[in-house]
């Protein structure tokens, strides 16, 4: 697992720029939101999950996550039909922070064009470029927020 400014990526995943990460298992793809989303959203208080059986385009808003400081986008990171969520969130949201690639998954979706979609997230060393840049723009955002006050 790479640790990148304090933030926990494993390895094995994929990521998606818009925060999501993607774990294969033949062609199931569990999805979730990594570890610097759910740190820097805070307190994660509702999950808005998209039904089982929809069908989703890599890139496609699926659902909301609402945290004390603003609501998020959950993307899909791969094309597919979605065939399980989890359900757990209903009634924890909190999972989400506690484990976010574990009990904190989201959803899972039967990929439809996985080889492809895959080349389009990040994964190995693109990962740390990517959360780098992701750092950079967040410490802009900050500065610029700062500023305004």
């Avoid at 597919?80 to 209903?90: A, F, H, S």
């Avoid at 439809?112 to 802009?140: C, M, P, Q, R, W």
């Amino acid at each position: 697992m790479a640790t990148i400014h304090g933030y926990e990526m494993p390895d094995e995943l994929y990521y998606h720029k818009d925060h999501s990460w993607a774990r294969v298992e033949g062609t199931k793809v569990t999805v979730g939101m990594h570890d610097m989303f759910q740190k820097e959203s805070g307190d994660i208080v509702f999950v808005d999950l998209p039904e089982e059986e929809d069908e989703v385009e890599q890139g496609e808003v699926c659902g909301k996550i609402q945290s004390r400081k603003w609501i998020g986008k959950l993307v899909a990171p791969v094309s597919g039909e979605i065939v399980e969520v989890n359900e757990d969130l209903e009634d924890d949201t909190s999972l989400i922070n506690k484990d976010p690639y574990g009990e904190g998954w989201i959803l899972v979706i039967e990929a439809s064009n996985l080889d492809e979609d895959l080349g389009n997230l990040y994964h190995g060393d693109a990962v740390v470029d990517f959360i780098n840049e992701e750092v950079k723009t967040a410490e802009a955002e900050k500065a610029k927020a700062e500023a305004e006050k």
